[in-house]
């Protein structure tokens, strides 16, 4: 077994409102700055043992789809590098 780290990140899919990048996107642009859109994330790093880094993948990937995801309105990925 080798550790891993897995890194979910988590985000409203676009057309879902998402209030909280909204808000940051206004006061951004009253400080100056330009942009076209912004989205809020949350990201997940999960240290874990496994076989090899496509186990520790298809694991953090059944965490996501199980709780730290809603995939009806939510996008996620997973991205794994090892300890």
């Known amino acids: ?12 899919k676009r057309g879902v409102l998402d209030p909280e990048a909204e808000t940051t996107q206004q006061a951004l642009e009253r400080l100056g700055f330009e942009l076209d859109d912004l989205r809020s994330a949350d990201r997940f790093e999960v240290d874990l043992a496994a ?4 186990e520790a993948a298809d694991r953090a990937g059944e965490m996501a789809e199980r ?15 090892e300890r």
């Not at 076989?51 to 496509?54: E, G, L, S």
């Open 67 to 81: 709780l730290l995801a809603n995939p009806t309105i939510h996008d996620y990925d997973v991205a794994v590098a």
């Open 51 to 54: 076989a090899d880094a496509d």
């Open 1 to 12: 077994m080798t550790d891993y780290t897995a890194t979910v990140t988590v985000r409203l």
